[in-house]
Nanobody
Framework: QVQLVESGGGLVQAGGSLRLSCAAS?????MGWFRQAPGKEREFVAA????????YYANSVKGRFTFARDNAKNTVYLQMNGLNPDDTAVYYC????????????????????WGQGTQVAVSS
C-alpha cells in the first residue's frame, strides 16, 4: 500500500517562497503535484519521473517552481519561488507506478495515489 504524506504548506507574502515535501512509502513512483483553488478545478502543477532525471511543469509555474526528489529518503520536494496570490490553493502530491511508465502524465485520473493535501496561501 502506497501512502503519500505532504508537508510544508503555509501562509506567505507575495514574492516569497515555500518548499513542499511529500514522503512516499513503498514503491518507486513517478510523482506529481496538483493544486485546487476555491471554486476552481484541480490543475496540474509539475511532475518528476521515478529517477529524477526528467521534470515537467505547467506554464503557470515554469521558471518559478522546481521539482526534485531524494530517492534515498523516498521524498519529493516542490520549491516554490516568486509566489503570487494566484498560487493560493490546496496542493496535492500524487503518484503512479514508476519504472517504464509513460512520462509525463498531467491528468489527475492518470495518477493512482494521492496525499491528503497541504494548504498554500499567498497574501498580496
Amino acid at each position: 500500500q502506497v501512502q503519500l504524506v505532504e508537508s510544508g504548506g503555509g501562509l506567505v507574502q507575495a514574492g516569497g517562497s515555500l518548499r513542499l515535501s511529500c514522503a512516499a512509502s513503498g514503491r518507486t513512483l513517478n510523482m506529481g503535484w496538483f493544486r485546487q483553488a476555491p471554486g476552481k478545478e484541480r490543475e496540474f502543477v509539475a511532475a518528476i519521473n521515478w529517477s529524477g532525471s526528467s521534470t515537467y511543469y505547467a506554464n503557470s509555474v515554469k521558471g518559478r517552481f522546481t521539482f526534485a526528489r531524494d530517492n534515498a529518503k523516498n521524498t519529493v520536494y516542490l520549491q516554490m519561488n516568486g509566489l503570487n496570490p494566484d498560487d493560493t490553493a490546496v496542493y496535492y502530491c500524487a503518484a503512479y507506478a514508476g519504472i517504464g511508465a509513460y512520462f509525463p502524465k498531467v491528468r489527475g485520473y492518470e495518477y493512482e495515489y494521492w496525499g491528503q493535501g497541504t494548504q498554500v496561501a499567498v497574501s498580496s
